[in-house]
Nanobody
Framework: QVQLVESGGGLVQAGSSLRLSCAAS????????MGWFRQAPKKEREFVAA????????YYADSVKGRFTISRDNAKNTVSLQMTNLKPEDTAVYYC????????????????????WGQGTQVTVSS
């Protein structure tokens, strides 16, 4: 079992930065790929970013590439999402996820692939 708890969301103005954190626990989490997804009102949950168990491989959605950075600290049991130059369209509930396949091979952008989810943290970007 892997437990995930997100924090760091809030209300910010467009152009601002925000850092989300995901506290992970459980015996196997360090071998998991970790990801961030988001869900805006009346929209499906979508992929944002992912990182392999070693941190050596990362992927980003085109909409956030160059603005968001995913990282992990296995010693501190945390995964972070640094978000810069935020836009109103980034407004959503952001979810941390863990995949027991730590390699990030295959269709990592599908929500069904991911095994564990946090409860989410709200990010609101005003124009």
């Amino acid at each position: 079992q892997v437990q995930l708890v997100e924090s760091g969301g809030g209300l910010v103005q467009a152009g601002s930065s925000l850092r989300l954190s995901c506290a992970a626990s459980g015996r196997t989490w360090r071998r998991c790929s970790m990801g961030w997804f988001r869900q805006a009102p009346k929209k499906e949950r979508e992929f944002v970013a992912a990182i392999s168990w070693s941190g050596g491989t990362t992927y980003y959605a085109d909409s956030v590439k160059g603005r968001f950075t995913i990282s992990r600290d296995n010693a501190k049991n945390t995964v972070s999402l640094q978000m810069t130059n935020l836009k109103p369209e980034d407004t959503a509930v952001y979810y941390c996820a863990a995949d027991l396949d730590g390699s990030l091979s295959g269709s990592y952008y599908y929500t069904a692939r991911w095994d564990y989810w946090g409860q989410g943290t709200q990010v609101t970007v005003s124009s």
